[in-house]
């Protein structure tokens, strides 16, 4: 009988599966379900809620319950053989957290008794919403954490990052500090991952290296959690927190619910979640150092696998552990496909129309930039939203939209100089991904090829490679990651697009004008 494995991905805007065949090497399935659409009763735009002080941001876990829900009956109805699938794992975006009284611990045991996995969670909810990596309304804390850690040079040492705000340490410390009550009633302190994971395990769930190295509070060298860091963030913090571990980690076989509702194989092993862009580098097949990848989706990242803890001096990168082993190095700017979007929207385009923009402007757009802080910014970190434009006029509708890429590929250049030589070639994913022109773009500012990948959805390949990995470690294999990743992780034979021949002298002077731009806006 052939075995399957299932790959999830609750991210941003959606959340998505791979099912794949590890026996034929096959992808079987890959679908995603927009949250604004098919639960518009949330009231979510791109999958977040706003609040009247923009910068908190929010989404909602029952949401994201219910999604699920939804996706595995899809995936019944249409007969996908989730019967013979033998192993589950995910990927969460990363940094936001879900706040459980002590009753989930029952609810997730009886799940099968449950009308709905959202009818389970929303009892056990202490706080009705979950703040999302999009907040950034922890300046405070994150100040107030750093100083108790003895400093930037001292946190990023500890926790390999600076204190940020989206990160869950100072996104607890808030919570603690505005509502002593509920955060008392908290018994169990979740990530997204974690959180999805525990409703397919049926049990709380550990949190694994990679995404607990995106809360300031997990100890980078240690790979477990830092007493240090939990008592800077909340009290009591410690045993509101499940163990870390390793990215194989088998929580145990899938939750019954899912057996008798949906016909998913009872002997499935749930295996620990992890963050979407730990996810992403298995999934475009980065289990050891060399190439870097750049994911296009809400927010663009910039990554790759390192062997030892390399840590940003400035502080702007994070270091993550790699569910390979090891570590990766991570950049992430928050104003990605965002930007794009505002742009996109503001002259009323489609992407056909941007992508014609794209065409009709020269290499480095005859010296017009813009800085495109739509949103308060993450690298270089701006606090204050604000758009500003050089040599630009913001009637020039192509002008802005081969501004916008621009920038972004240049501050992906000029931010990621710290991790020493450029990469020889990049690995671009998500979904903008999909846009020749601006994968042109990222080729001529970076002066390398770049490559894609059949599926723009490389978070969920990659979960449901961790799944194949864990299954084969817990039958005794040696978890050989290249064999594992080799079928499915590699690039489509015929995507290289190579820079063009003018653009490294092009954009090696404009860089330099970019840079000035950028540290004349950003103090
Ligand atoms: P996430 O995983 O963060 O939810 P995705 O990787 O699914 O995001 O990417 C979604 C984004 O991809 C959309 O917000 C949209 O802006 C962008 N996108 C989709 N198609 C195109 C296109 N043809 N050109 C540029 N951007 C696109
Ligand atoms: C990474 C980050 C985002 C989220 C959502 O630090 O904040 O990439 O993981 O994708």
Redo the contacts with the bound molecule.
């Keep these: 009988m052939p075995r399957y494995v299932l790959g999830l991905d609750s ?2 805007q959606s959340l998505s599966s791979m099912l794949l065949n590890i026996d034929s090497g096959e992808v079987v399935d890959d679908r995603a379900l927009n949250f604004d659409t098919i639960l518009p009763q949330y009231g979510t735009e791109n999958g977040v809620m706003r609040d009247a002080d923009p910068m908190v941001v929010h989404s909602s876990p029952v949401m994201w319950a219910e999604a699920l829900d939804i996706l595995f009956r899809q995936m019944k109805d249409e007969g996908l053989p989730l019967s013979e699938v033998v192993a589950i794992s995910g990927s969460g ?3 936001g957290s879900v706040y459980l009284r002590d009753n989930i611990e029952v609810a997730l045991a009886n799940l099968a008794d449950a009308p709905s996995l959202s009818e389970a969670v929303r009892p056990c909810l202490s706080r009705d919403s979950a703040p999302v ?1 999009m907040d950034s309304s922890t300046h405070a804390e994150c100040e107030e954490i750093r100083a108790t850690m003895g400093g930037k040079a001292a946190m990023v040492a500890a926790t390999g990052s600076d204190c940020f705000e ?1 990160f869950t340490g100072p996104q607890i410390r808030k919570f603690a500090k505005q509502a002593p009550t509920a955060y008392g009633e908290t018994a169990h302190i979740a990530l997204v991952s974690s959180f999805v994971s525990s409703l397919i395990a049926g049990k709380v769930s550990a949190i694994d290296v990679g995404d607990g190295a ?1 809360m300031n509070l997990m100890d980078i060298a240690h790979l477990d959690w830092n007493e240090e860091a939990l008592n800077a963030t909340a009290e009591g913090l410690g045993n509101k927190l499940p163990a870390v571990k390793a990215s194989h980690e088998v929580l145990g076989n899938v939750s019954p619910y899912f057996v008798q509702n949906y016909g998913v194989n009872a002997d499935a092993l749930a295996v620990v979640w992890s ?3 730990p996810c992403s580098l298995i999934g475009l097949g980065l289990v050891e150092p060399g190439l870097m990848a750049i ?1 296009l ?3 663009d ?1 910039m990554f790759g696998a390192m062997s030892t803890c390399n840590t940003d001096p400035r502080g702007e990168g ?1 270091v993550f552990g790699s569910p390979a082993g090891g570590y990766m190095t ?1 950049l ?1 700017f ?1 104003n990605g496909s965002l930007a794009r979007e505002k742009i996109k929207d503001q002259y009323n385009l489609d992407w056909d129309a941007f992508s014609q923009a794209l065409r009709d402007t020269p290499l480095g757009n005859d010296g017009k930039m813009i800085l495109p802080y739509f949103e308060p910014e ?1 690298v270089p970190r701006v606090l204050t939203p604000g758009v500003h434009r050089k040599n630009l006029s913001e009637e020039d509708v192509a002008g802005n939209c081969r501004a916008v890429v621009e920038a972004q590929m240049m501050s992906m250049r000029l931010h990621s100089e710290w991790m020493g030589e450029r990469p020889a070639a990049i690995y671009a994913t998500g979904g903008a991904s999909a846009n020749a022109e601006i994968i042109q773009i990222m080729a001529n500012v970076m002066g390398a090829p770049v490559y894609l990948f059949e599926s723009t959805n490389s978070a969920a390949m990659g979960a449901a490679l961790r799944a194949a990995h864990a299954l084969d470690v817990a039958e005794g294999g040696e978890g050989d990651w290249k064999a594992i990743v080799a079928p499915f992780a590699k690039p489509v034979h015929s995507s290289k697009v190579e820079p063009q021949a003018e653009a490294v002298a092009v954009y090696n002077e404009q860089m330099k004008a970019f840079a000035a731009f950028e540290a004349e806006r950003v103090s």
């Design positions: 991210s941003t975006q990363q940094h990596w989206r995106g963050g979407d862009n994911s989706g809400t927010s990242t994070h991570l992430c928050k993450i």
